[in-house]
């Protein structure tokens, strides 16, 4: 009977830290996954986030050159545009100027000059004349090219 008794205290004893170590295993695993779950987040913020606070971005959402569709233009104080090859950002476009259009930042706040280009440069559909600031998700065309201003 006395040695019932101990096989059962030790077979409880045995179940309880067993029930413990499973606990145990099964937090460290769940901290293990969230650890691997939480750095592949964070590397893709970083990868997404390459345009700094200084910097505005010109997105090419639609143009006649598919290799232009998706690139992005990141620039500080100024970006020129146009089919030039002295231009920071070059349109193989019959429809751009040597010399289109130019966004420079001035007090701040980034501003779009059209350069006398023949057919115009368009901001959000309007055709600009002189000088027009930019706000962020305006879309910007120049020829066939279309980009959109962020910031």
Request: charged fraction near 20%.
């Amino acid at each position: 009977m006395q040695e019932t008794a101990i096989i059962i205290k030790l077979l409880g004893i045995f179940l309880q830290y067993g029930l413990l170590l499973l606990l145990l295993f099964f937090v460290w695993k769940l901290i293990k996954f969230m650890r691997k779950d939480s750095q592949e987040v964070r590397e893709d913020i970083y990868a997404v986030t390459e345009i700094s606070n200084e910097e505005a971005v010109l997105t090419v959402l639609e143009a006649s050159d598919e290799t232009l569709v998706g690139q992005r233009f990141a620039f500080s104080d100024e970006i020129r545009i146009g089919r030039g090859s002295d231009n920071d950002i070059v349109l193989n476009d019959s429809f751009a100027s040597h010399n289109h259009a130019v966004i420079v930042l001035l007090n701040n706040l980034y501003v779009i000059e059209d350069m006398g280009s023949v057919n115009k440069t368009y901001v959000n559909n309007q055709p600009i004349t002189g000088r027009q600031y930019l706000q962020t998700g305006d879309l910007i065309t120049i020829g066939s090219v279309t980009f959109q201003f962020g910031r």
